[in-house]
Each structure stands twice: as structure tokens, then as C-alpha cells.
């Protein structure tokens, strides 16, 4: 069983920055691929960003490529989003998400095995 406890989210200006961290309760971390996800009010869940057991691979939401960054920290079983030149439209509940499959769709929240309950990001215009 994996634990995943995410926090940093808040109210921003547009434009500012956030990082969002997601506290991972597992014996081994580099066993799981991790990824972000988030929820705007009414809409479906979607895929953020995705980083590989190892951290050698990254992937991206097109919209978000450029601002923002996901790393993972092994000493600490941590995964983070950091997110800059945040826009309106980033307002959402962040989540955190681990896999164990060996292969799998990274950008497809039903091939998650371990969700975190959520951070709120609020960007105001």
C-alpha cells in the first residue's frame, strides 16, 4: 500500500509561482512511476506531468511545458511540481498519483494505482 500526501498549494497572482510537493509512504519509491493530475470545477480529471521510476524521463501537458517542472527526491520519497508563470486557468485540485506498472499509459489516470487527496491551486487573474 502507498501512501501519497500532497501539500503547497494556495492563492496566487497570475504569473507568480507555486511548488507543490506529494510525500510519498513507501518502502521502495524508484519501484513507481509517478504523476500529476488536476480537476477544474466541471471538468474531467487530467494529466499534468509524469516523471519515470529513475527520474530519467519527463513528460509534459503541452500547455504546461516550459512553466512547469516535475523532479522526484529519492532521500526524501518526494515528487514535486514546480509551477511558474501560472495562469487562470491552471485554478485546480492537484494530485498526485503513483503507478507500479511496467508499462503503461503515463497520461491516463486509470493506469495509476495510488492517489493523494488533493491540493488546491487557485490562480487569480
Known amino acids: 500500500q502507498v501512501q501519497l500526501v500532497e501539500s503547497g498549494g494556495g492563492l496566487v497572482q497570475a504569473g507568480g509561482s507555486l511548488k507543490l510537493s506529494c510525500a510519498a509512504s513507501v518502502r521502495t519509491f524508484t519501484g513507481y512511476a509517478m504523476g500529476w493530475f488536476r480537476q477544474a470545477p466541471g471538468k474531467e480529471r487530467e494529466f499534468v506531468a509524469a516523471?519515470?521510476?529513475?527520474?530519467?524521463?519527463?513528460y509534459y501537458k503541452d500547455s504546461v511545458k516550459g512553466r512547469f517542472t516535475i523532479s522526484r527526491d529519492f532521500a526524501k520519497n518526494t515528487l514535486y511540481l514546480q509551477m511558474n508563470s501560472l495562469k487562470a486557468d491552471d485554478t485546480a485540485v492537484y494530485y498526485c498519483a503513483a503507478s507500479s506498472r511496467y508499462d503503461f499509459n503515463y497520461r491516463a489516470a486509470d493506469d495509476y494505482d495510488f492517489w493523494g487527496q488533493g491540493t488546491q491551486v487557485t490562480v487569480s487573474s
Open positions: 516523471i519515470s521510476w529513475i527520474g530519467d524521463r519527463t
